[in-house]
């Protein structure tokens, strides 16, 4: 807030225009941004190990904590 009364100050602005400046600046921001794209990481090998191929997702997920609780 000290930082507020300087720029009302100084700058011989009110608080509302201050306060809609700020939020015009952080709207406008969040949409220029672009979304989220995760890149894809391909790796060597053929896919999922034998035995998975055709596996249903809670058979992979019990199999990969298997003696540490899930």
Do not use: H
Not at 17 to 22: D, K, Y
Not at 51 to 56: A, E, V
Request: glycine share 12%.
């Amino acid at each position: 807030m000290e930082r507020c009364k300087t720029v009302i100050g100084r700058d011989r602005v009110t608080f509302r225009s201050l306060v809609e400046e700020g939020l015009d600046r952080v709207l406008s921001e969040r949409t220029e941004r672009k979304p989220f794209k995760l890149k894809a990481v391909p790796f060597r090998g053929g896919g999922f190990q034998p035995g998975f191929n055709d596996s249903d997702w809670p058979l992979i997920r019990d199999a990969a904590y298997e003696g540490r609780g899930s």
